[in-house]
């Protein structure tokens, strides 16, 4: 059976941080591409931002520069470092799995508010 769990969501200020972090179990996590993914009330889910298996990184232009994805096949896990943290970046961050099948975790919320 295949699980992603999401973990590291709350509630934060302005210019804040968080780091979620997101376990992979059932799957050969490291021949898979990894990616975050969020979506606001009323939004559409967008990509944050996605490592492939060999390290490749991207990320949307509206992060760039703030957050940082990672991954370590050890654990079979993937973090999303978010620094100087805005309002506009509340939502529920999702992680997904892209290999030979495509996999989705439930959801973490993530609030920036003062």
């Known amino acids: 059976q295949v699980q992603l769990v999401e973990s590291g969501g709350g509630l934060v200020q302005p210019g804040g941080s968080l780091k979620l972090s997101c376990a992979a179990s059932?799957?050969?996590?490291?021949?898979?591409?990894m990616a975050w993914y969020r979506q606001a009330p009323g939004k559409q889910r967008e990509l944050v931002a996605s490592?492939?298996?060999?390290?490749?990184?991207k990320y949307s232009d509206s992060v760039k520069g703030r957050f940082t994805i990672s991954r370590d096949n050890a654990k079979n896990t993937v973090a999303l470092q978010m620094n100087s943290l805005k309002s506009e970046d509340t939502a529920v961050y999702y992680c997904?799995?892209?290999?030979?099948?495509?996999?989705w975790g439930q959801g973490t919320q993530v609030t920036v508010s003062s």
């Open positions: 490592i492939t298996s060999g390290d490749t990184t």
């Open positions: 059932g799957i050969m996590f490291r021949i898979y591409a």
């Open positions: 997904k799995a892209v290999g030979n099948s495509i996999y």
